[in-house]
């Protein structure tokens, strides 16, 4: 088994090859949450909220179906976005205000997508296994949206 230092690298790898010389953010974004949902373990969902008049509005993913519409500042993915900061949260269910679009979902992590300062969205990862998710995989998932906001 690959370090997760290896498996983000490979991740970063195959994202950069994805994306290279393609403008579409949506195509992007649809092969990013594949290529996560499929490339790391114990996820039950991955994908992207975009900014849309003033609440994040559900993007392209990989899982099961989720909430449409999150005001900004609400449950893990609007407070990610409010604070304009990543959050990882061991257990969802001692969130104040989460909001359980799959009851399965135990554990969860927010990158925001920030463009010229402004946030445009975010990335959201679900997994089922309270604690699936530490610094390491913060770090590794802003590379990945680093690499993600480069290349469009």
Same mark, same amino acid.
């Given at each position: 088994?690959?370090?997760?230092?290896?498996?983000?690298?490979?991740?970063?790898?195959?994202?950069?090859?994805?994306?290279?010389?393609? *403008?579409?953010? #949506? $195509?992007?974004?649809?092969?990013? @949450? %594949?290529?996560?949902?499929?490339? /790391?373990?114990?996820?039950?969902?991955?994908?992207?909220?975009?900014?849309?008049?003033?609440?994040?509005?559900?993007?392209?993913?990989?899982?099961?179906?989720?909430?449409?519409?999150?005001?900004?500042?609400?449950?893990?993915?609007?407070?990610?976005?409010?604070?304009?900061?990543?959050?990882?949260?061991?257990?969802?269910?001692?969130? *104040?205000?989460? #909001? $359980?679009?799959?009851?399965?979902? @135990? %554990?969860?992590?927010?990158?925001? /997508?920030?463009?010229?300062?402004?946030?445009?969205?975010?990335?959201?990862?679900?997994?089922?296994?309270?604690?699936?998710?530490?610094?390491?995989?913060?770090?590794?998932?802003?590379?990945?949206?680093?690499?993600?906001?480069?290349?469009?």
């Amino acid at each position: 088994m690959s370090s997760k230092a290896e498996l983000y690298d490979d991740l970063a790898r195959q994202l950069a090859a994805l994306i290279d010389g393609e *403008p579409n953010r #949506i $195509a992007n974004a649809a092969n990013m @949450a %594949a290529l996560i949902y499929h490339g /790391l373990p114990a996820l039950n969902w991955a994908g992207f909220y975009l900014e849309n008049g003033g609440e994040l509005v559900l993007g392209p993913f990989q899982g099961k179906p989720a909430c449409v519409r999150i005001p900004w500042g609400n449950g893990v993915c609007g407070t990610a976005a409010a604070r304009a900061t990543s959050v990882v949260v061991s257990d969802v269910h001692e969130f *104040p205000g989460h #909001i $359980a679009c799959d009851p399965d979902s @135990a %554990a969860e992590l927010v990158v925001p /997508l920030i463009e010229n300062g402004r946030v445009t969205g975010v990335l959201d990862l679900d997994s089922p296994e309270r604690g699936r998710f530490d610094d390491e995989d913060r770090q590794g998932c802003e590379r990945l949206v680093e690499i993600f906001l480069k290349g469009r």
